[in-house]
């Protein structure tokens, strides 16, 4: 297997803002058979050129990056793709993939009327 996924998270100083995508990445570790790591684009570790390195280093040629963002703004139009494009330069054998954010996803109001439901019957039951 040679195929590595990433997601990637904006990043803050903030540990507390941190937690919800270490347990999510976690999440998909136990549910997915390829290998997923979190990386964050700024601001904390593991910052994105440092997991981009460890996978290469770990023999993955191939690696998709996921952002955790709702649309794609400046951060994923000009800075994620020059920090990619320098991990090229890096790396040129390594085949690195920017996918459309998770909020750009046909899914992804799915997912959200599911919670929004899920949210509503928990709050008629504890009224």
């Not at 440092?50 to 998709?64: K, S």
């Not at 649309?71 to 994620?80: I, Q």
Request: one cysteine or more; aromatic letters at 6%; charged letters at 25%.
């Amino acid at each position: 297997m040679t195929t590595a996924l990433i997601v990637l998270a904006h990043g803050s100083t903030d540990s507390r803002w941190q937690a919800p995508f270490e347990t999510l990445e976690q999440r998909l570790k136990a549910r997915m058979t390829t290998p997923v790591r979190l990386a964050y684009m700024e601001l904390c570790d593991p910052l994105i050129e440092n997991v981009v390195a460890e996978l290469h280093a770990e023999g993955f040629n191939t690696i998709d990056i996921l952002p955790l963002f709702f649309a794609a703004g400046r951060h994923l139009r000009e800075d994620v793709p020059g920090q990619l494009d320098a991990l090229r330069k890096e790396h040129p054998e390594l085949s690195l993939t920017l996918l459309d954010p998770v909020g750009q996803h046909p899914s992804f109001a799915d997912v959200v009327v599911s919670i929004v439901a899920e949210n509503q019957r928990d709050s008629t039951c504890t009224e």
